[in-house]
């Protein structure tokens, strides 16, 4: 049976899908024009103040931490540059109390929503500040008192639970809805189809965001599936979908602005792709110059989101060269010296392995770390970190 009754034929007739064109929203040029007949969303100038500086924040952020997992400081690190204005861009468009639910490359919508340059790195350096107490891997995020739930390396575990926490979001009335990001290779997961089915039946607050950055790691579009990118998925479960160009930061705040709309006043999900491009490799342990050439990136590095929105603010009379040149200063100086607070900082308490789990650890758990002690003792020079904990029967 099918939800929707339609006319019938009395000879085979087939169709593919490619009579239906999707076509990319676009309003800035790369020059920070506008396209005639594009009109700007309603931004004013501090919030689109407060949106570049998170850009510029995230592009040193990423810099300066892929350096410091190169010198043996980090033992890992996933860079968002290239896609900042599709991850900042739609982040900006949401209300602070919306969720958001992350696949790996979305710090910019953290930096946005003002988690700080020492919070990075404390989860970065798994330090005793760190909110996950060091059982992630760098870059795994997470801030409840901003609406961002912790990253988990699974790929596309988040895009279900986003479909369950939007329906209870629904459920409570107040006003909110949830986006969850993931990348064009995730969407070949099973989770995507399952949560987008759901969402689409149980009619829920959800925003699923696309980075379409052209590569699952090493496999190109092209060889990851046949039909015209994730968008036209969308189709299969009657759900309302638009395809912007995520390098335009003013294209993909309207698109998701206008998503917003939709799935918190009519409680119908949304699924948005952005067509934008990884500049940088996959991860710290990954080297791009395997699978796409550098004239490639070149040609998508004229395409900077960065450099294109501030063209756009330079035109408005909202920036300036000498603003530039102090935000790029003062942010290069914070994270360096920031990063040196943090690497200073110990670990979580070794007790916090067992920890915040069950209401009391059980006998087995105590008697296990028990044990895990004496062995640090017999040998401190192979922990020296987790010995200063234990040191003197501690």
């Known amino acids: 049976m099918t939800t929707t009754k339609y006319k019938s034929v009395y000879t085979p007739v087939f169709t593919d899908g490619s009579e239906y064109h999707i076509p990319t929203l676009k309003l800035l040029k790369q020059d920070g024009s506008l396209y005639k007949g594009s009109k700007a969303p309603d931004i004013d100038k501090d919030k689109a103040l407060r949106i570049y500086r998170a850009m510029v924040t995230t592009r040193i952020l990423d810099e300066r ?10 033992s ?4 968002c540059t290239g896609e900042e204005a599709s991850v900042i861009g739609s982040a900006a468009a949401l209300n602070d109390a919306d969720m958001i639910m992350a696949q790996y490359r979305e710090q910019g919508a953290l930096a946005y929503r003002g988690f700080t340059i020492d919070e990075f790195m404390n989860q ?9 107490k060091g059982r992630q891997m760098p870059v795994h995020y997470g801030s409840s008192k901003l609406n961002y739930m912790t990253i988990s390396s699974p790929l596309a575990t988040q895009i279900p639970q986003a479909t369950g926490y939007a329906y209870g979001q629904k459920m409570a009335g107040d006003g909110h809805c949830t986006i969850v990001y993931f990348g064009e290779g995730a969407a070949s ?10 969402a689409a039946v149980h009619r829920v607050p959800a925003i699923f965001f696309c980075r379409n950055n052209g590569y699952a790691i090493s496999t190109p579009a ?4 046949a039909a015209d990118g994730i968008a036209p998925r969308g189709f299969g479960y009657k759900m309302d979908t ?28 949304v699924l948005i792709e952005a067509m934008t491009y990884r500049l940088a490799a996959h991860s710290s342990s990954d080297d791009p110059s395997g699978y796409r050439s550098k004239d490639e990136e070149a040609v998508w590095r004229e395409k900077d989101p960065i450099l294109r929105m501030q063209n756009w603010l330079t035109r408005k ?16 100086r914070e994270v360096l010296e920031t990063m040196k607070r943090a690497q200073k900082l110990p670990p979580p308490p ?22 895990l002690k004496a062995h640090i003792r017999k040998y401190p020079d192979e922990y020296p970190k987790s010995a200063a904990h234990v040191q003197g029967g501690a």
């Not at 890992?76 to 860079?79: A, H, I, L, S």
């Not at 970065?124 to 996950?132: A, T, V």
């Not at 638009?242 to 999900?269: F, M, S, W």
């Not at 070794?350 to 009391?360: A, G, I, K, P, R």
Request: no cysteine.
């Open 317 to 332: 009379k909202w920036w300036s060269e000498s603003e530039e040149k102090e935000l790029q200063e003062r942010m290069r």
């Open 124 to 132: 970065l350096f798994g330090n005793e500040k760190d909110y996950g």
């Open 76 to 79: 890992f690190y996933m860079q």
């Open 189 to 198: 997961e099973g989770d995507f189809h399952a949560g987008l089915n759901m």
């Open 350 to 371: 070794l007790e916090s392995l067992v920890t915040d789990v069950y209401d009391e650890v059980p006998p087995l758990l105590n008697e296990q770390f028990e044990k």
């Open 242 to 269: 638009i395809r912007v160009d995520g390098n335009d930061i003013l294209a993909v705040y309207q698109a998701t602005e206008a998503a917003r709309k939709l799935a918190v006043e009519e409680n119908r999900p």
């Open 65 to 74: 931490m892929l350096g410091a997992q190169r010198q043996g400081r980090l």
């Open 222 to 225: 092209n060889e990851q599936f």
